[in-house]
Nanobody
Framework: DVQLVESGGGFVQPGGSLRLSCAASGYLDRRYYMGWFRQAPGREREGVGVISTTGVLTYYDESVKGRFTISRDNAKNAVYLQMDSLKPEDSAVYHC??????????????????WGQGTQVTVS
């Protein structure tokens, strides 16, 4: 199994940037697609973006496209979410998630069996 721990959340002003990290306790190799999801109070969890095993392919929700960038470093067992031009509506708890690689990249959370506890991002 893969265990995931997020870090890097915090407070930031609108227009600012944050970089979230996700550390995997297991061997994060080419077997897993990695995704980022977020959940704001009173709202359902939504997908932010997902990255392929080698990092060559990414897929983003329209709400963050052009502002957020996912990357991964398999040698460090880590995945990152660079968030730029942040808006108040980006405020949420951000979770990283993992799924066994295969098929197209998507943001269907039911496809991801492994989840971190989340890190809070507040844009205000």
């Amino acid at each position: 199994d893969v265990q995931l721990v997020e870090s890097g959340g915090g407070f930031v002003q609108p227009g600012g940037s944050l970089r979230l990290s996700c550390a995997a306790s297991g061997y994060l190799d080419r077997r897993y697609y990695m995704g980022w999801f977020r959940q704001a109070p009173g709202r359902e969890r939504e997908g932010v973006g997902v990255i392929s095993t080698t990092g060559v392919l990414t897929y983003y929700d329209e709400s963050v496209k052009g502002r957020f960038t996912i990357s991964r470093d398999n040698a460090k067992n880590a995945v990152y979410l660079q968030m730029d031009s942040l808006k108040p509506e980006d405020s949420a708890v951000y979770h990283c998630a993992a799924r066994v690689a295969g098929g197209t990249l998507s943001l269907l959370e039911d496809d991801f069996p492994y989840w971190g506890q989340g890190t809070q991002v507040t844009v205000s």
